[in-house]
């Protein structure tokens, strides 16, 4: 089946620096892309949506300079939170559509703390 | 109030036992998604619905469009099954519903 790689599935970083996380489809063609966050207890939010060779939709609220996504190629989308506070901790995950039988194929997830 | 409410917020069950989790929503949408979180925190998509019923494995979904209504069931329920589902809409934007915590005891 269908399968997308995450890494990394967990990163602790300092207050002020930047983070990529990034998200591979294997054995697939990904034009599309989406972004979620997750706080504790919460359900996901989606961020914004990844298009190959374009720019990315973010969604109302989500700061566009803060969470960079790149997806230059049909194979890799990433995510780098710049300049990370601790507000930014978070679990971040991303999900290709309309990939085989379940409509979606998700990340395994990235753990993000920002001390 | 969320477009997209689920109940029970928690479920506890013996191991064995049928298991129903609803999920209503007020929007428009073009499909209704079935998820599974585990405890570490990987998502599984289960069911993507339009229409009708769905199964697979121990599995059930079913839709009802007009009164904008979903469920899941879990048939002779296993401690593995313990995660969140979380049901969502997708239509002109995402929809996530805040999810059902499922514990199955031993």
């Known amino acids: 089946g269908a399968v997308v790689s995450q890494h990394p599935s967990r990163v602790i970083c300092k207050s002020g620096t930047s983070v990529k996380i990034e998200c591979r489809s294997l054995?697939?063609?990904?034009?599309?892309m989406f972004w979620y966050r997750q706080f504790p207890k919460q359900s996901l939010m989606l961020m914004a949506t990844?298009?190959?060779?374009?720019?990315?939709?973010?969604e109302q609220g989500v700061e566009k300079d803060k969470f960079l996504i790149n997806h230059a190629s049909l194979t890799l989308s990433t995510l780098t939170v710049t300049s990370a506070h601790p507000e930014d901790s978070s679990f971040y995950i991303c999900?290709?559509?309309?990939?085989?039988?379940?409509?979606?194929?998700f990340g395994s997830g990235t753990r993000l703390t920002v001390v | 109030k969320n477009e997209v409410e689920q109940s029970p917020q928690n479920l506890t069950a013996q191991e064995g036992e049928f298991i129903t989790i609803n999920c209503s929503y007020s929007?428009?949408?073009?499909?209704l998604h079935w998820l599974q979180q585990h405890p570490g925190g990987g998502i599984v998509s289960l069911f993507m619905?339009?229409?009708g019923k769905k199964k697979h494995g121990r599995l059930i979904a079913t839709i009802n469009i007009q009164e904008k209504h979903s469920s899941l069931h879990i048939t002779a329920s296993h401690p593995r099954d313990s995660a969140v589902y979380i049901c969502?809409?997708?239509?002109?934007?995402?929809?996530f519903g805040t999810g059902t915590s499922l514990t199955v005891i031993p």
């Open positions: 619905l339009s229409s």
């Open positions: 999900s290709v559509p309309g990939v085989g039988h379940y409509g979606y194929t």
């Open positions: 969502a809409g997708t239509g002109n934007q995402f929809y």
């Open positions: 054995d697939f063609q990904a034009t599309t």
């Open positions: 929007v428009g949408i073009s499909a």
């Open positions: 990844s298009n190959e060779g374009s720019k990315a939709t973010y």
